[in-house]
Structures are given as structure tokens and as C-alpha cells.
């Protein structure tokens, strides 16, 4: 089986402090999961959440996961209009957000 590469956005998250952590979680499962679907050439989407404190050193509340067939369709999904829509809802849940963008190699 040939290896398969696709490129994926992975976003760190820190709740935004003004939110109880069910308010976060159903912003990001509902609001911002809604808009980030639109998003076009993307090939899967999943939020990750963190139970509250099952890892008290790590930062964030969770991470989403964005897979797309390149970075350039990465990057022209996050500049269309629908890109800049989900961009622009992330102060509505988000403190603090650490994007990375990596390879991702499906080995099994």
C-alpha cells in the first residue's frame, strides 16, 4: 500500500475565560463545528476535547483537526469566505488558539 500524505491544521485551544466550560463546549460543537464544515476541499474534521484535569500541565482545552490533500488548499480554504467567516468566530469561544500545520502519514 502506497504511503498517504495529506496536510492537516491542528488547532490548540484555550477556553475563552468568560465561558463555563459547557458554554465553550457548545459553542465549538455546535457554532464554530457548523461553520468550519463549509469550509471547501477540506477531507475531515474532528474536535478534540480535554477532560479537565486529567492532564493539569497542559494548556489548552482541546484541539481541532482540519485535513486537507495540500497546504494550498489549506491555506486557500482559510482565505475564502468561508475561511475568514470561522476565523473571525473564534473570539466568540477562543482565549488563546496555537495553530500548527503539519504532515500527516497514514500508516495504518
Known sequence: MAQQITYKRIGLVQRKKSL?????????????????????GMRRY????IEPGRFPHFPYDGFSELWFDSEEALNAA?????????????????EKIDPLV???HLML
Open 78 to 94: 482559510l482565505d475564502s469566505p468561508e475561511g475568514r467567516t470561522l476565523l473571525a468566530d473564534l473570539p466568540n469561544f477562543v
Open 46 to 49: 474532528s474536535v478534540n476535547l
Open 102 to 104: 503539519v504532515q500527516d
Open 20 to 40: 463555563t466550560r459547557e458554554q465553550f463546549e457548545a459553542h465549538w460543537l455546535g457554532t464554530h463545528a457548523e461553520l468550519c464544515k463549509k469550509l471547501p
